[in-house]
Structure formats: C-alpha cells, structure tokens
C-alpha cells in the first residue's frame, strides 16, 4: 500500500542517515517529493549534487540524464543511483553522439576561415542539460558549453563572445526562443535535422547562420498551442500565463513569461493571492502547484493533460527497493560514466557553473 511504502522509504531514510541525499526534480510525484532533501530543476540538482560531499549515496529522482550529470559533479567515492534505469528522456534521445560528431564535421566544412581581425572561433556547440554525458563531453572537447532552462541566456552571451555562431541541440525551441529574446532574427537560425544533413540548403545558408539548431523537441511541452492560450485567456480575464520555453516560439511569444521550473514555482509563489496563472508545463508540477496554493487559480493550459511519463517511472516502490538495497550494502541502478567521457563533460558542466545568469 501507499502507507507501507511511504514507511518503508522512511525507515531506509533514517538507517542511512546523512550518508544519503535523495534529489527530486520539480515533475516528480507528490509521494517522491515528501521524500526528496531537494527539489528543483535541472541546474538546481546539478549544484546540490555538488555540495554534499558527506553523502555517500546519492539517490536521483528525476531522469537518466541529471543522474549522469550528478555523477559527473560529484566526487568518485559518492555513487549515484537512478530508482528506475527505464526513466528516460525521449528529448535527449534525438540527439546520439555519431549525429553530433558528424553535424559538426560538415558545418565546420560549411563555415569559411575567420577573417584576420576576427579571433573568435567559428562554431560554439552548446548542449542542454538534457543530453547525453558523451554529448557534454563533445562540448567540453569542442570549447563549449552546457547550458539549462534557467541560464539559456548567459551560456548564449558566453558563447557569442568566443564563436561566431553557435550549434544549438538537441532542443530546438530553447535555442530559437532565446535567441529571438536576443535579437537574433529567425533568418539567422537554420534547423539542423540529423536525418536530412544539410536539409536541401546549401552550405552558405548554415555558413550565414547564427544558430544552428537540432531538431529536437520534448513531446510534453509541443503540446502546447496558441489556442489553449487564447481560451485561458477569455475564460479568465487577467490571467498571467507562463510556460517553459521547450514550448514553440508561438506559445512563448503569446505567454506572458517564460522561464525554467523554478522559475514558474517562483512565479506561482510570489503572486498575489486571488490571482489566476496558467501553465504551460507538466502537469505533475501544476497540480501541486495548485493544491498548495487554494488561495490562487492554477491551472494546466493543456486540458487533456500531459505528464512526462518518464519521469512518472519513478514509483515508491522503486525508491524503496533502491534505498533497502543501500542499507543492505547493494547499491542497485548505479549510474556511472566513465572517466574519460566525464572528464571532458565536466569541462563543459564547470563553465557553465561558471556563467552567471
Ligand atoms: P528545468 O531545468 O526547467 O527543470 O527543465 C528540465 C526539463 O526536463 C523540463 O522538461
Ligand atoms: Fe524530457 Fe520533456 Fe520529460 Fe523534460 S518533460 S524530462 S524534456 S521528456
């Protein structure tokens, strides 16, 4: 039952002690939440994970791609386990490194030498958080940079002091919306799509480009259009509307704010009681959003609803079969990248803690 596991998970908590640090990301279900010594979003984690050296075990619950970054940053005798290894990220999917290496092969044929007073390097890659540790290591290798939803931005203005362009992956919609909060026009984007390399453009049009970018996508936050918008917006006169910016550019543009999930748990947070906010995230996040704050109407834009399902693998049951292995000295789904890959990706990982947003 629910109780049992709740106490089951209670138990395990107690016998280890401060030698554990379970994590949990903003989209996890509310029985993981109660349980979590953090909750934030993916640049969050990444820095807690950095700065519990006493935790010998850190427990990740979130998906594949964070508790990859967690071992990265934390310090070899600390182990990182995933409770549930098939909890995914089908964004990251859509990037693998073969298509990368192969991406960058082509544009930097593509791109013509700097001219003489122009130091900077022809292309910056940039990865999300939400990508494979060999794709941060490919950024690490290649002087660039990781970049999260909360610091999209700065990594950007970094990367544009030192490239003069920029390769974006694997989501799409976070580099064209912050690019365009930049200023740099849509006919200085080009979408890269690694099943059409060049997509019958020739190579001027990415060597003329600013960003090139993936095209990748999180099916949760496509599914947000224009409409819902609209619709929130007649059905509540006066309603703010903020959405994550893995939406599309036009659900971006319509919204009154965008930002990562800390953002919106701040926004949430910090409006005035009797205030309406519709949301353009996943709905785990919103609807505890909404039970913690009755005074306010909080509200999904999406009415159908849409949770990520990869991050919904993360069952009680599976954090307490993961932590009872712990105390019995089995330290189960261990997540661990090897040296070389995370060597490299922490490069890329350490300057991005590096930008400030
Ligand atoms: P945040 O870093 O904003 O939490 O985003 C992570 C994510 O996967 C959103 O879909
Ligand atoms: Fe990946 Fe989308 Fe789930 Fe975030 S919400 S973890 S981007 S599938």
Not at 53 to 70: D, K, L, N, Q
Not at 74 to 99: F, K, R, W, Y
Not at 216 to 245: D, L, M, N
């Amino acid at each position: 039952s629910d109780a049992e596991l709740d106490s089951r998970i209670t138990e395990a908590k107690r016998k280890l002690g401060s030698q554990l640090l379970i994590l949990g990301h903003f989209y996890q279900r509310d029985e993981i939440v109660a349980h979590a010594d953090y909750i934030g979003d993916s640049f969050q984690l990444a820095k807690n994970a950095t700065e519990h050296p006493e935790a010998r075990y850190i427990v990740f619950c979130g998906v594949h791609f964070m508790a990859e970054t967690a071992d990265i940053l934390s310090n070899p005798e600390q182990s990182v386990t995933l409770p549930n290894l098939s909890a995914g990220c089908s964004m990251a999917d859509m990037a693998n490194i073969d298509q990368v290496e192969d991406c960058w092969k082509q544009l930097m044929d593509a791109c013509p030498d700097n001219a003489d007073d122009d130091v900077r390097a022809p292309i910056i890659p940039i990865t999300y958080m939400n990508s494979s540790a060999a794709l941060k290591a490919f950024c690490g290798r290649h002087g660039g940079i990781v970049c999260t939803s909360s610091n999209a931005r700065a990594v950007l203005e970094w990367a544009f002091e030192r490239g003069r362009r920029v390769l974006f992956f694997p989501d799409q919609h976070l580099g064209r919306n912050t690019g365009m909060q930049m200023g740099i026009p849509p006919e200085r984007m080009r979408l890269w799509n690694p099943r059409r390399p060049m997509g019958g453009s020739t190579a001027d049009a990415y060597a003329n480009a600013r960003m090139i970018l993936w095209k990748g996508f999180c099916s949760v936050h496509q599914r947000f259009t224009v409409e819902q918008i609209e619709r929130a917006r007649q059905a509540y006169p006066g309603v703010k509307v903020i959405v994550h910016p893995e939406c599309s550019m036009e659900v971006v543009q319509a919204a009154d704010g965008t930002g990562s999930t800390a953002y919106i748990v701040r926004e949430i947070e910090e409006a005035p009681s009797g205030s309406a906010i519709a949301v353009g995230t996943e709905i785990n996040l919103v609807n505890r959003l909404a039970a913690e704050h009755p005074d306010k109407t909080i509200f999904c834009l999406d009415p159908v609803v849409c949770p990520c399902s990869t991050m919904y693998r993360i069952h009680p049951a599976y954090l307490a079969w993961a932590l009872e292995s712990i105390v019995e000295g089995d330290i189960v789904n261990r997540i661990t990248v090897d040296p070389r890959t995370a060597a490299d990706a922490r490069v890329a990982l350490e300057r991005m803690l590096e930008v400030r947003p």
